[in-house]
């Protein structure tokens, strides 16, 4: 199960689970370790997560399902979020999912064949005021029209290179 977490980032997290009075809070920051390893969290990074913090898988399980930006199915190097919530269905998010299923040549959930984009709609982005919006990684691009599309997606690329 350490393929899923390098040594010393098994050691701080057990160090900071020990010295929490409630390590259940913990959850996300493991899930992420283990995703930012492995890509995605797979079962066995439900287990490692609960016996490192010492609770019930199932707490575990509950909090990785509950965030969309824990995935528990393989993903691609890169998870394009596409705002799917009501502003961004006013400015123009329907067009942008549709632009980018066409570009991509993927449905929502899906993978491109060379592994580098998945394709997922998520809730607000907080950039209400910069519809539509989306995030790739930890940015956030708003006013995306489909022009700055190929843009936004080759800056991608380019960073994986
Ligand atoms: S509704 Fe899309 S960023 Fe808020």
Redesign the pocket.
Known sequence: MTDLLQPDILAALQDRAAASAHPRELVVDVLRAIQGQHGWVPDAGITLAAQILGILEIEVEEVATFYDKIYRRPVGKKVIHV???????L?G?EELMAALQNKLGIAPGETTKDGVFTLLPTC?????G????LMIGLTTY?RVTAERLDEILEKERQELR
């Open positions: 705002c799917d919530s009501i502003c961004c269905w400015g998010g607000c982005l907080g950039a209400c910069d519809t539509p919006a708003g």
